[in-house]
């Protein structure tokens, strides 16, 4: 089984900023897509950023201009830079990827790293 580990998160004051960092134990040449969700109690999880082999990335739009997904593919690690955070941001964030191999998507998970914004 396949797990992401996340790290990074921590209690950070309003305007500040963090660094995710999410480590892929697989070939990260071999992943469709790699991105960011995250989710707060009682709330599905939403998609914060995402980014195709293709390197086309998408980002939720109360994020645009704020945070940047990139990756390092020597060291296998996804990141996401988060800048001028909001209490809003206040969320587990959860690390992902999706691999397709022989026909077949696969799909994985981290476990997530909290992140809490103070006002």
């Known amino acids: 089984q396949v797990q992401l580990v996340e790290s990074g998160g921590g209690l950070v004051q309003a305007g500040g900023s963090l660094r995710l960092s999410c480590v892929v134990p697989i070939s990260m040449h071999s992943l469709n897509n790699m991105g960011w969700y995250r989710q707060t109690p009682g709330r599905q999880r939403e998609l914060v950023a995402v980014?195709?082999?293709?390197?086309?990335?998408h980002y939720l739009d109360s994020v645009r201009g704020r945070f940047t997904i990139s990756e390092d593919n020597a060291k296998g690690r996804v990141y996401l830079q988060m800048n001028s955070l909001k209490p809003e941001d206040t969320a587990m964030y959860y690390c992902?990827?999706?691999?397709?191999?022989?026909?077949?998507?696969?799909?994985?998970w981290g476990r997530g790293t909290q992140v809490t914004v103070s006002s």
């Open positions: 980014k195709s082999s293709g390197s086309s990335t």
């Open positions: 992902y990827v999706d691999q397709r191999v022989e026909g077949l998507t696969y799909n994985y």
